[in-house]
């Protein structure tokens, strides 16, 4: 019998033998099933998490982010340890005792949820979600789980536990749009993640699980239970004492307030900063990368200027009177009526960059109306809140925007059920107004023209209404704006500042370019008046449109076009007329600030900067523009190898950074001059109250459809353009001078303010010279306005002589040089 027990003792070992090999060679199958087609770990050592890029402006505020995930990427050694403790102690305690896979609590986790019928357990290790976050979807089921756990082999078996633990602490998502514990810390409780406390690190931990439903923010309750957890299983593993566990859970959460999306500074200067990035480097580099951008942005200057344009159009929208309410209700007086608008989209969801409130009127008497305000507070809308709303009158009947009879009362303007906007009271009144926001559209650019960089950029009223930048996409006609260009020329080539010129009537034949049939186009001054000879000085002072066209015919075509090319214009062909004089060409506002800093720095052009200098996520300067902010430029130096042989070598080299020479700076100084005389005599005299010496040129189109003022001081250029995106009129006498000069002035006197006051210089070569400023000849006693003139060596004023058109034409007025004569 001894020897049939060891018999079936053989069967039996044989039978598990069989068992044994037939289940190692099913397993060795199915990992050779499941191992077909995983990705490889190569991308796990080459680990690029998407990082946020931040955009920044000249003082280093924060403009704005681009991002696909909010991430703050941090090495292992800056993870406090008691945040990884956190982590281990509720995900996965034994993290330094398994090879990636838990075996144990894997059947742990499939004997309690067999018992309760549903999933209530996991077993995923810390290694487990790496492999499915980084490698995996996130679809469920067993072949994803079954590959979970052998990449998770795989991944131990390549990686140390604390690059694993680094790849976790940044790739997991945390809720808020946040990723890794980076961006979480500073999201959840605007920290750095080295200055969480215990309590904050419990919080973060517990929120991999189920972000939403344990966010602080939308169900605290759930996240302190969530902590509190987290602290226990920290004290049970020995982490840390209970004692300690009670006292972090005892501490206020000190949370953040819930991260609204950033209210950019300058939103039409940011999305063009995104679209330089997106056209020069690809999508990928600025939602990604992790790219620090530093512009030349300045936030009081954008400030200014986002002020200056709203209060400007705002204020030419008054001067067109009233187009009525935003919509009307009946049965105001019906509390259920009222409460539903008070809970409607329009109420809810308003929103305005003119700090205006919502309300509907529910009662009305003669000097005095009743609003409910959006936010459920009644308040008093005065007779001298209205006066201006004077009803707008069909333009089609008459022309122009033309405004009714005046306001007697308020019940002229509003009505009970009338929804309307309100301007609140502010420190110059105390009583609402009634507001609305204008249909005209404005730009504002303001720059360094020795640098070119661009401080300022307002691209229109409201970017939410239009993300339009019509400061740097609007091409619209510079009108007058223009003509310093073409004076520029004849006064480098042909002409003095005291040439004379017939101001007269001038037929020119042309052919339609659509048609092909022969017109006559007839030009006409902006007062249709013709004012005979005048000088060159007096043409652009006074922006005398038939001088203009004369001064381009005597200089042509042949050497105007290129001129022009010179100040960065491009000209086509099928434009390459006489009316180019009058700026029927269109341009943007950039384009037209960064032409007028040539005469600002002297004769240099100057690209126009808007980004500075590119950092990548290393903190490696990879762009730097030779203009830009030289400032943020030198504090890398020692930071960046490499930085320090981007620097100028010589003041040659320096001197090219920063524009080539396009003008003679003599030529320059006398197109100065006469633009000075824009605004201490001409279109422009409203700057004259900033008093300091300024330069400028309005612009006003044909249909008064663009209003224009660009001018300058000698350290800063700014353009203004306002007009409708349909391309119709401003009305009535909206000329540059009364629609874009006021913005100027506003902007230019808050932006000049602690600027010490200085000249223009003047360049060697240039001489002054009294003159009469009417005349252009050497002042008299009779003399109304007189001003120091600059001519160029060999030039002089007029003399009687070269007044009389005969003596010009036989060559026998004014100086030696040619150009004193009568054109």
């Known amino acids: ?157 390549e990686f140390s536990k604390e ?153 030419y929208d008054r001067r067109h009177g009233y187009r009525g309410p935003l919509s009307h209700l009946d049965k105001v007086k019906d509390t259920a009526v009222r409460q539903g608008w008070l809970t409607s989209k329009q109420v809810t969801e308003f929103s305005s960059v003119s700090k205006y409130v919502i309300g509907l009127v529910v009662g009305v008497e003669s000097r005095r109306a009743k609003v409910l305000l959006g936010s459920g507070k009644e308040v008093e809308l005065p007779l001298e809140g209205v006066v201006w709303a004077r009803k707008r009158l069909d333009e089609k009947k008459r022309p122009g925007k033309v405004m009714g009879s005046a306001i007697k009362a308020v019940s002229d303007v509003v009505q009970a059920g009338d929804v309307i906007l309100l301007d609140p009271p502010d420190g110059k009144r105390k009583s609402y107004f009634l507001a609305q926001d204008p249909e005209a559209e404005s730009a504002l650019i303001s720059l ?32 007058s704006s223009f003509k310093p260009f073409i004076y520029a020329a004849a006064l480098d080539s042909v002409l003095t500042p005291v ?73 086509p062909d099928y434009r390459q007329d006489l009316s180019l004089a009058l700026g029927t060409l269109g341009f943007t506002p950039l384009k037209m600030a960064s032409a007028y800093a040539v005469f600002a720095n002297g004769g240099k052009l100057v690209e126009p900067v808007v980004i500075a200098r590119v950092q990548d996520r290393f903190g490696r300067t990879v762009h730097r523009h030779r203009g830009g902010d030289c400032l943020l430029c030198h504090e890398s130096v020692g930071r960046n190898e490499g930085v320090l042989s981007e620097q100028p070598e010589n003041k040659e080299e320096e001197s090219a950074a920063f524009g080539k020479p396009v003008l003679d700076p003599a030529t320059v100084y006398q197109v100065i001059s006469l633009m000075k005389g824009v605004i201490t005599n001409g279109t422009g005299q409203l700057a004259k109250k900033l008093q300091r010496p300024l330069a400028g040129k309005t612009g006003t189109t044909n249909g008064l459809r663009d209003a224009w003022f660009v001018g300058f001081s000698p350290s800063l250029v700014t353009a203004v353009w306002v007009g409708m995106d349909d391309n119709t009129g401003l009305g009535q006498k909206e000329s540059g001078g009364r629609a874009a000069l006021p913005i100027w002035v506003d902007y230019m006197g808050k932006a000049l303010k602690d600027i010490p006051v200085t000249d223009f210089p003047v360049p060697k070569g240039i001489v002054l010279e009294e003159i009469d400023a009417e005349t252009g000849m050497l002042p008299s006693e009779a003399t109304a306005h007189r001003v120091m003139e600059a001519f160029k060596p060999g030039q002089s004023p007029l003399s009687a002589e070269s007044r009389d058109p005969a003596a010009s034409e036989a060559g026998t007025g004014g100086a030696p040089v040619v150009g004193n004569g009568f054109y």
């Open 1 to 157: 019998m001894p020897g049939s027990s060891w018999r079936w003792v053989r069967y039996v070992f044989l039978f598990l033998l069989i068992i044994a090999v037939a289940g190692s060679g099913l397993l060795w199958g199915a990992y050779l099933h499941f191992s077909k087609g995983l990705p490889p770990l190569y991308g796990l050592a080459d680990y690029r998490p998407s990082l946020v890029t931040r955009v920044y402006a000249r003082d280093y505020q924060l403009l704005g982010e681009f991002f696909f995930q909010r991430r703050q990427f941090v090495r292992m050694n800056e993870v406090p340890r008691l945040l990884v403790n956190a982590f281990l102690a509720i995900e996965d305690s034994k993290y330094f005792q398994h090879p990636g896979v838990d075996l144990l609590g894997i059947f742990r986790a499939a004997f309690a949820n067999l018992r309760a019928g549903r999933v209530v357990q996991g077993a995923s290790t810390i290694t487990q979600q790496v492999a499915k976050t980084f490698l995996l979807s996130s679809v469920k089921s067993i072949d994803r789980k079954v590959k979970e756990i052998i990449l998770a082999l795989r991944i131990d078996q």
């Open 163 to 315: 690059e694993i633990l680094e790849l976790y602490v940044n790739q997991i998502y945390m809720g808020a749009g946040a990723y890794g514990v980076g961006a979480a810390a500073r999201i959840y409780f605007d920290r750095d993640v080295s200055e969480l406390t215990l309590g904050q690190m419990a919080l973060l931990a517990g929120l991999p699980k189920a972000p939403n439903h344990y966010s602080p923010w939308r169900y605290p309750e759930n996240a302190q239970k969530r902590q509190r957890l987290v602290l226990n299983r920290m004290a049970e593993v020995g982490f840390i004492t209970q004692a300690d566990a009670d006292a972090a859970a005892a501490e206020p959460l000190g949370l953040a307030r819930p991260q609204e999306p950033i209210e950019s500074v300058a939103p039409h200067y940011l999305e063009h900063v995104r679209r330089t990035i997106v056209g020069d480097w690809g999508e990928g580099q600025l939602y990604k990368a992790g790219l620090d951008v530093y512009t030349p942005l300045d936030p009081v200057l954008q400030g200014y200027a986002q002020d200056a344009v709203r209060h400007g159009l705002v204020d």
């Open 448 to 479: 360094d023209p020795h640098t070119g960089q661009v401080l300022a950029m307002v691209g229109g009223y409201d970017f939410d209404r239009s993300e339009f930048n019509r400061a740097t996409q609007g091409q619209r006609q510079p009108g």
């Open 499 to 571: 040439s004379l010129i017939d101001d007269s009537p001038m037929p020119l034949a042309y052919r339609d370019p659509v048609t092909g049939q022969r017109k006559v186009w007839r030009a006409q001054n902006y007062e249709h008046k013709f004012y005979g000879p005048t000088t060159v000085r007096v043409g652009l002072v006074h922006s005398r449109n038939l001088v203009t066209i004369r001064i381009l015919k005597r200089v042509g075509m042949g050497t105007a076009i290129p001129f022009l090319k010179r100040f960065g214009f491009d000209i």
